[in-house]
């Protein structure tokens, strides 16, 4: 069937294209299907006023980013390290940062 390498590899990319096409078709039509889940869940929230998003489970100041304080960090001592991995993946809330500048 396969005479020549180029005819593998032509092959190869074909049916990669191919799944990489219903890759897509399936992301659009999931999509389209979620839309009204996403928003009921929407209403929900403006509803119900949710906070944020929790993005880390390990110190309250990374789970609620909008609503932390300029202290928390360094409730140990005032030079004390991060104690979690996820302080050093997150910068300050931008009301934060304005804050400590003036």
């Known amino acids: 069937m396969f005479q020549r390498k180029f005819s593998i590899f032509f092959f190869y990319i074909q049916i990669n294209i191919i799944l990489l096409s219903l890759v897509f078709a399936h992301a659009y039509f999931a999509r389209r299907a979620a839309a009204p889940v996403l928003r009921a869940k929407a209403e929900l929230v403006r509803k119900y006023e949710l906070t944020d998003l929790c993005l880390f489970t390990e110190a309250r100041y990374t789970r609620h980013p909008a ?5 928390t960090p360094f409730q140990d001592y005032p ?8 302080g050093s993946l997150m910068t300050p809330p931008p009301h934060l940062e304005n804050h400590a500048n003036h």
């Open 67 to 71: 609503m932390a304080d300029l202290n």
């Open 79 to 86: 030079m004390s390290f991060e104690h979690f991995p996820s």
